[in-house]
């Protein structure tokens, strides 16, 4: 009974050193021109990575220009998914605000060629009867933009919504320059204990792993 509770023990053990060293590892991401951009955090998409930038502890995703694009090089810092910016006043002007609803984490995005961070933390909520947003029409031959009511475009959107400002960030605020040069490139850097020389997390590892914890070898990443 206590083989059988000790081997519990132990293959509990080994998941979680598993799971613990492979988070260790990462992707650093790095543009033609051998900028450091930050860290990869998943693919949204054939082609379209999202990248953590750690000073500024937030994401962006990156979108390839095609050819209907009207970027010449490189690639824009950020896609905003959302249907509408709003504004608290009938002019449409100050501070613009996004549904919190879009976004998780704190995120990079450039609209209209200026750049922003929207922070989830700074969501407020407030009714939607209060909220404006710019549209756009075509009117003998020239496009006008004019300032609506949220409600007027949006009848069923809820009573009280939750936004989040859009913060201006600068360029010079960035890491990097703009534009990135494309292509990327990835460097994998292990991290944890990569025994077997392979840049993968495996058996032998994770048996490592276990014989470190038990104080039968030396931790190398101490050394």
């Known amino acids: 009974m206590l083989k059988k509770k000790g081997f519990i023990c132990m293959m509990a053990l080994f998941l979680l050193l598993l799971g613990s060293a492979q988070v260790k590892a990462e992707f650093k991401v790095?543009?033609?021109?051998?900028?450091?951009?930050?860290?990869?955090?998943?693919?949204n998409g054939p082609g379209k990575p999202v990248i953590f930038v750690p000073?500024?502890?937030a994401i962006f995703r990156v979108v390839i220009p095609d050819w209907t694009s009207n970027k010449d090089t490189g690639i824009v810092p950020g896609y905003l998914s959302v249907v509408y910016i709003v504004y608290k006043n009938n002019t449409c002007s100050g501070s613009a605000y996004v549904d919190a609803g879009e976004f998780a984490f704190p995120y990079l995005v450039e609209l209209s060629n200026d750049l922003f961070l929207i922070d989830p933390d700074k969501v407020e909520t407030i009714q939607s009867n209060l909220l404006f947003t710019k549209t756009s029409s075509w009117?003998?031959?020239?496009?006008v933009e004019k300032c609506v009511s949220l409600k007027s475009v949006m009848p069923d959107i809820d009573d009280f919504i939750n936004i989040v400002p859009l913060t201006p960030l600068s360029e010079d605020q960035l890491p990097f320059k703009l534009p990135i040069k494309l292509p990327l490139r990835l460097e994998y850097v292990p991290g944890g204990f990569d025994i077997s020389g392979d840049s993968k997390i495996g058996l032998e590892e994770a048996i490592y792993s276990l014989q470190v914890a038990a104080g039968l070898r030396a931790n190398p990443n101490t050394k």
Do not use: M, R
Not at 32 to 37: E, F, M
Not at 139 to 143: L, V, W
């Open 30 to 43: 790095y543009d033609a021109n051998g900028q450091y951009l930050g860290i990869l955090v998943t693919l």
């Open 55 to 57: 000073s500024l502890k």
């Open 139 to 143: 009117e003998n031959g020239h496009e």
